[in-house]
């Protein structure tokens, strides 16, 4: 699809006034030299905006950074990964205020104006000793050219960092977006399991930003799902520092629609690129529901079928089975009508009328072969619509999820338990 967007380089230091650093502590492995913390800077103050998990278990960093956004807005964010900081109770807290309070200190900054994010395993105090030493040397590694230093020092069982970056004209001006994510698995809608850290040089009203990071969160990260779980840390901050030097966008003005979608244009690469990273899958599947009477019998019903082990291991064997997926719809909640629904892998009808399609299921059989496939459900009830965009549960997923044993051995050995 055509779009007035040009991609670039840098992620979150390609638009203008931001910088960003990263370097290893060693947090998860002290005989890694793995990124594993790092800092994103505005050189200009900032709007910013934050949304944030909806498990009602929330790790320190999640706490810490929706009460600093409340009080001010945040110019900063230090974030680590190999340890979530979550369920560390007071000791977890004190942690991760001490890591905003040390970045800014050395920005000059207020604590407040510093975010803070963790993610990794749950459940384990943060190693600080091997932070603590290290804040001199995150500074000294910001720059303007570090945008992918800062995506690869936030993942944990991704298999490579995921960064994204457009520059756009408005009115005249040139304005920039750029981000970064981690997620691969615990991945599901209502603030998928992830990070996401976005940039932008765009001078902004307020309620412009919020209005644009609502809509753009709820169409790509609310939209994903991996293995349906939620996890403690979900964030997505963005950062707007005015640098691009244009008339200020208002809440309700064309200039402000024309942001937000390429705010979500932004989101979407980043939530997209989540689902196909997902740990050890092999599908992408973009799940179509329309034809409901409401948008939130639509939803039901996506989240209930993109979120079934049943459905989700028939793709992994790329098995058709439109019988998996029309027992999720029925079980959804949504109100539906059995003898009405329509189920098509691509085009082609796997289900009509609630029964068998004219399909030869050989043709249906080298749709679900390919890494990347459409499924449109089809309630013929009314006009809402949803997309949902989903992958496969593998053996290979579950082998990799079995155990953590070995990071409780090594906080063991650090004195932590």
Known sequence: MDHPYSRIKGGVCAPKGFLGGAISCGIKNPDSDRLDLALIYSEHDCLSQGMFTQNRVKAAPVRVSQSHLRAHPARAIIVNSGNANACTGPTGMKDARTMAKEAAKRLNLKQREVAVCSTGVIGLPLPMSRIDPNYDRLIKSLGNKNGNDVAKAIITSDTHAKEFAISFDLDGTRIRIGGCAKGAGMINPNMATMLCFVTTDAKLHPTCLERAVKEAVEHTFNRITIDGDTSTNDTVLVLANGAAENKTIARNSKNCEIFSHALQFVMGKLAKAIVRDGERVTKFVTLNVKGARTGVDAKKVAQAV????????????????????????????????????????????????????????????????????????????????????????????????????????????????
């Open 306 to 417: 993109a979120n079934s082990s049943l459905v989700k291991s028939s793709w992994n064997g790329e098995d058709p089975n439109w019988g998996r997926i029309i027992h999720a719809v029925g079980y959804s909640g949504a109100s539906i009508k059995e003898e009405l629904i329509d189920i098509f892998y691509e085009s082609k009808p796997a289900c009509q009328g609630g029964l068998q399609g004219e399909t030869n299921p050989e043709v249906l059989r080298s749709i679900v072969s390919k890494p990347e496939f459409e499924i449109t459900i089809d309630l013929n009830l009314g006009a809402a619509e949803h997309t949902i965009y989903a992958s496969d549960l593998s053996p290979e997923y579950v082998a990799f999820n079995r155990s953590e044993y070995a990071y409780w051995k090594q906080a063991q050995k650090d004195g932590l338990l």
